[in-house]
C-alpha cells in the first residue's frame, strides 16, 4: 500500500526552525518527483519545493529560497525540509507529494499534512 506520511511540524517562534519529514513506504522515491507543498487557511495550495525525478533538479518557492532546504535519504526513503528563519506567513499546513513532474497537477501520492505555525 503506497503511504506517505509527514511528522515534524508544530508551533515555532519567527525566526525559529523546523525540520519536516515525510516516510514513504509501498514505493522508491528515488523513482519520482518529490515535493513539499503547503496550504494556509483561505489559499490555494502552493508548491514549496520539489525534487525532479527525471533529472534530480530542485526546485523552491521563490519567497523560501535561501531559507528552506529540500533533502532526501534514499536508505531511509525518506524526504525532509529544512525550514529555518521561518515568517508567520509560512504558517501553513505542509504536505508531502510523489509522482511524475513537480507540479501539483503531476502529483499522483499525497500524505496527510502535517500543521506548522509560527507565531510569537
Known amino acids: 500500500q503506497v503511504q506517505l506520511v509527514e511528522s515534524g511540524g508544530g508551533l515555532v517562534q519567527p525566526g525559529g526552525s523546523l525540520r519536516l519529514s515525510c516516510a514513504a513506504s509501498g514505493f522508491t522515491l528515488d523513482y519520482y518527483a518529490i515535493g513539499w507543498f503547503r496550504q494556509a487557511p483561505g489559499k490555494e495550495r502552493e508548491g514549496v519545493s520539489c525534487?525532479?525525478?527525471?533529472?534530480?533538479?530542485?526546485y523552491y518557492l521563490d519567497s523560501v529560497k535561501g531559507r528552506f532546504t529540500i533533502s532526501k535519504d534514499s536508505a531511509k526513503n525518506t524526504l525532509y525540509l529544512q525550514m529555518n528563519s521561518l515568517k508567520p506567513n509560512d504558517t501553513a499546513v505542509y504536505y508531502c507529494a510523489a509522482g511524475g513532474s513537480c507540479v501539483y497537477y503531476g502529483m499522483d501520492y499525497w500524505g496527510k499534512g502535517t500543521l506548522v505555525t509560527v507565531s510569537s
Open positions: 525534487i525532479s525525478g527525471s533529472d534530480g533538479n530542485i
